[in-house]
């Protein structure tokens, strides 16, 4: 009885422990979610605007027979694909939907090349032999400066393919968030009405500088979507585990208490048998 309940308190111990890491890593998720998303509302404005005026511009480039390869497509075989996924787990069906997700793709797309953002996606793709163009790790808190910098490899990879596609997870909420797999070049612009423009400077710069512009803006939406994906996704993983660890230790806390009652119990029972054993020999 006594090695039971050594082993109850044992237990008890080791649960309380991991809740108190589970309860912190929560609060860390929280406050990380709160920051994450006011700048990736920010980050939101820009793209959706530099994609109108885009397509303001590649409706007035097609009437004057004017192509951009950045838009219209460059004519090579082959794709390109980045991955934005974690550096750190714990964060429940994260990790894995992505790597599934572009495991298909790749599997789909046999000439792929690609581009991986986060220690997770790495050791994935380390493990599955596939070769990396570009490998980065530990963004946590990602800028302009990590986004010109994938926006840089984005555009070198696109003067060797025909497409550029980016997989990472969008968040559409507190309480959703999905995988996204989406085509970053040529850049997917909507078809508009030939708009009356007056197109200064020269229209070919304006096309390069305006899509190049609009990688960049893209990428960084991207990165800070994916990164508050993330922390919203820990956040929940830790709720859970708190959660679990306080029933447990419910559970757990009762079994001690029992087991003690009886402990208790036996141990009066030997003391009333021995009293009765001395009475009975007086």
């Known amino acids: 009885m006594a090695k039971k309940l050594r082993q109850l308190r044992r237990r008890i111990r080791n649960i309380q422990h991991i809740r108190q890491i589970a ?3 929560y609060t860390i998720a929280s406050t990380q979610v709160i920051q994450r998303k006011k ?8 793209p959706a605007a530099a994609l109108n005026v ?21 004519g090579l075989p082959g794709h390109g694909l980045v991955v934005v996924s974690a550096d750190r787990g714990l964060c429940g ?23 991986v953002v986060g220690d997770k996606a ?3 793709f380390a493990r599955a032999r596939w070769p990396l163009v570009a490998a980065h790790r530990r963004w946590e808190r990602p800028s302009l400066s990590h986004a010109r ?26 309480l959703v968030q999905r995988v996204r797999l989406e085509r970053l070049l040529p850049i997917p612009v909507p078809e508009k009405p ?14 390069e500088e305006l899509g190049k512009t609009w990688v960049l803006g893209r990428i960084h939406q991207i990165l800070l979507e994916a990164k508050t994906s993330e922390h919203v996704a820990r956040r929940q993983a830790m709720k859970t585990a708190t959660d679990n660890a306080d029933e447990m230790l419910e559970k757990l806390t009762l079994q001690y208490n029992k087991a003690r009652q009886q402990s208790i119990t036996l141990e009066l029972m030997d003391i009333m048998g021995g009293a009765e054993a001395v009475r009975e020999g007086l």
């Open 93 to 115: 069906r994260y990790v894995l939907e992505l790597n599934h997700a572009a495991l298909r793709f790749l599997e789909a797309r046999q000439d792929t090349r690609l581009i």
């Open 149 to 174: 910098t994938l926006a840089q490899e984005v555009l070198a990879l696109h003067g060797e393919v025909g497409e550029v596609h980016v997989i990472y997870m969008e968040f559409r909420g507190e």
């Open 39 to 46: 700048e990736l509302l920010q980050a939101r404005v820009f």
């Open 23 to 25: 309860k912190a890593m």
């Open 54 to 74: 885009l397509a303001d511009l590649k409706s007035w480039a097609r009437i004057n027979f004017l192509v951009h390869p950045l838009l219209d497509g460059n």
């Open 194 to 207: 030939i708009p009356q423009l007056l197109v200064e400077p020269d229209p070919a710069v304006l096309l």
């Open 122 to 124: 790495i050791r994935f």
